[in-house]
């Protein structure tokens, strides 16, 4: 069955850093999507995107968030600079109509 | 703002034992209701769906749940939980029609089921 996957399932950074966490999305799906959950929080939507733009996208989802798909394949979220509070989990999903599919998360660690 | 509720936050039961986990949510249009899970260390799957028709929808694992239009509710339910079902439960809807809309979550709820 095919299935969303992330990479890395971990990542480590200092405050400031930039960070590409990736995504590969199940093959004939077209919409994308990152959610991320914080510790004890609810998962919360970031950003869609379809057709190689971004379709909606949440408060959360400022300046220093971007998305990319920059091949057939792969759908990346670019953290500019890390701050504490982006410590959490972040999960790619995607959907060929209705139901999301979501990958295994990665991890984000801001220290 | 749209947003969806889920009641309990933590819920422990027996090996056995009936489950029903409460959801709610706020919008008056048409919606798309799911429940994921969760369990430990893995990523999030799909455990039903609704869309339209029967208003009582079969999951996996013996899941089930129900949609009551009146109450905006969409309750998960199953009649004998088992060990492996411990895991944390999403609510999620998502609003209106058409493809790419974004899913709103619960806050979760975790199941614990001690044998």
């Known amino acids: 069955e095919p299935e969303v996957t992330q990479t890395p399932s971990h990542q480590v950074t200092q405050m400031g850093q930039e960070v590409i966490l990736r995504c590969v999305p199940i093959?004939?799906?077209?919409?994308f999507y990152w959610y991320r959950q914080i510790l004890g929080q609810k998962v919360e939507f970031l950003v869609s995107?379809?057709?190689?733009?971004?379709?909606?996208k949440s408060e959360i989802f400022d300046d220093q968030f971007s998305v990319e798909r920059p091949d057939g394949s792969n759908f990346t979220l670019k953290i500019r600079s890390t701050k504490l509070e982006d410590s959490a989990m972040y999960f790619c999903?995607?959907?060929?109509?209705?139901?999301?599919?979501f990958g295994p998360g990665t991890r984000l660690l801001v220290l | 703002a749209q947003s969806v509720s889920q009641h309990n936050h933590h819920v422990i039961l027996s090996e056995a034992a009936s489950l029903e986990l409460g959801c709610n949510y706020s919008?008056?249009?048409?919606?798309?209701l799911f429940w994921y899970v969760q369990y430990p260390g893995q990523h999030l799957q799909l455990l039903l769906k609704y869309f339209s028709g029967d208003p009582l929808v079969k999951g996996i694992k013996g899941f089930e749940a129900e949609f009551i239009k009146s109450k905006f509710s969409f309750n998960l339910r199953k009649p004998s939980v088992q060990w492996s079902d411990t895991a944390e439960y999403f609510c999620?809807?998502?609003?209106?029609?058409?493809?790419?809309?974004?899913?709103?979550f619960g806050t979760g709820t975790q199941l614990k089921v001690e044998l």
């Open positions: 093959s004939n799906h077209l919409y």
């Open positions: 919008y008056g249009g048409t919606v798309n």
């Open positions: 999903a995607s959907t060929g109509l209705e139901t999301q599919y």
């Open positions: 999620a809807v998502i609003l209106g029609r058409g493809g790419g809309n974004k899913l709103t």
């Open positions: 995107f379809y057709n190689n733009e971004i379709s909606e």
